[in-house]
């Protein structure tokens, strides 16, 4: 897969895992406009808060983004923030850009200093490695516990010219909505101002980093970036709603990837929550069922015990009428206005032993909707993040 015009990509390995690639870089030779959404963890890493203080100090504009696996480089003080400030400096110098063009990111354990020494050592060959079919090496680069990279694209039409969307994606870990354990670097050809390109993420990432789930757990260095080009020229005013559909598309593959990637995941449940009085109804509907260890260990087991995820709903926090709640597996009915429909169990086994575990709840009292994607919680997952930092 090569990069949109405008964008070169690598990946190499600085020292700071072992045996593995862990630092990637993004260049866009000409600069590019970008946006970016981050954790809402107030223990922000010092590259969340660094790159979000540069994004605003350039105006949106971005040459390079550093980003390295094996160190979170949060909760670790003035030393750490001095560090990340340290390779910034010097990807800036090496590269030719102010500092603020410099967009920081990092991945891993937390509460450890940057060794930003051998990021330093090791940009010269990054730099020197930069292609646009760098993609691969970038998306090895920034991995983490996850099993395999993430890596999507779709293709849009603007102002009459064709463009293109490639997206990275890293996380396996500390997943659930207002952002998680994982980066996103998403890139296109596509002139469009800073302003514009925020509106689009937030509109993208509201339906899918922001609707995935594995364990609960939100991370101190979450972040989605969005860069453009602008090398494929369009006009600045051109209907952007195909735009939207391809990022959209990306975005939701990234995180159909990472749920799937979930620590020790075999099944994920696509939960939509329908008939809402209200967007906040749903979402806690949705959330409290996508987070419940007992739905997710049923789900592991493909144990359509429906039981477990009424409970869910039911503590929940959603206004709605116990009399009129609904549930169905795929095409099987299970729940039918508050009470158990007629069904066989063997059809609704065949759902839940799917690798996508279709679920629809229907609250029976608006018009309001979400759809939530989660992992299953097994015996993997215990084991990789018992053995996490060893």
């Not at 922000?44 to 790159?51: F, H, I, K």
Request: charged share 20%.
């Amino acid at each position: 897969m090569r990069l949109p015009k405008g964008f070169l990509a690598s990946g190499v390995r600085a020292g700071i895992r072992k045996k593995r690639p862990d630092l990637g870089l993004i260049v866009a030779p000409d600069g590019a406009n970008g946006a970016a959404v981050f954790t809402r963890n107030l223990f922000q890493a010092a590259p969340v808060v660094l790159s979000k203080a540069a994004i605003r100090k350039s105006g949106g504009r971005v040459k390079a983004v550093v980003v390295n696996a094996g160190c979170a480089n949060a909760v670790s003080g003035a030393e750490g923030t001095a560090a990340a400030k340290r390779t910034r400096t010097h990807a800036a110098q090496l590269l030719h850009c102010p500092e603020e063009e410099v967009f920081l990111a990092s991945t891993g354990v937390i509460g450890v200093v940057l060794p930003d020494k051998k990021i330093r050592t090791a940009l010269p060959d990054a730099v020197a490695r930069l292609s646009t079919g760098g993609v691969d090496a970038l998306s090895h680069a920034i991995l983490t516990t996850d099993v395999g990279p993430k890596v999507a694209q779709a293709s849009f039409t603007l102002g009459g010219k064709r463009g293109r969307i490639v997206g990275v994606a890293k996380g396996a870990g500390m997943i659930h909505p207002n952002m998680a354990t994982m980066l996103s670097f998403v890139m296109t050809d596509a002139a469009l101002d800073p302003a514009t390109l925020q509106a689009c993420l937030k509109t993208a990432v509201d339906q899918s980093f922001n609707a995935i789930s594995v364990d609960g757990d939100t991370s101190t260095n979450d972040t989605v970036l969005l860069l453009a080009s602008g090398k494929l020229a369009n006009q600045a005013r051109a209907a952007r709603s195909d735009f939207q559909r391809a990022l959209n598309a990306v975005c939701r593959q990234l995180a159909w990837l990472i749920v799937r990637d979930g620590e020790g995941a075999t099944r994920v449940m696509e939960l939509e929550v329908r008939g809402a009085r209200s967007d906040r109804d749903a979402r806690l509907a949705a959330h409290a069922v996508a987070t419940s260890p007992l739905v997710k260990t049923a789900l592991h087991g493909g144990d359509p015990n429906w039981g477990r995820i009424l409970a869910a709903l039911g503590r929940s926090g959603a206004r709605f009428s116990t009399k009129r709640v609904s549930l169905a597996a795929g095409n099987v009915t299970l729940v039918s206005n508050g009470a158990p429909a007629v069904y066989r169990e063997k059809d609704a086994a065949r759902v839940f032993a799917r690798e996508r575990v279709p679920l629809t709840l229907d609250l029976g009292g608006g018009n309001a909707s979400t759809v939530v994607l989660a992992s299953d919680l097994g015996h993997d997952y215990v084991s990789i993040n018992t053995d996490y930092r060893s």
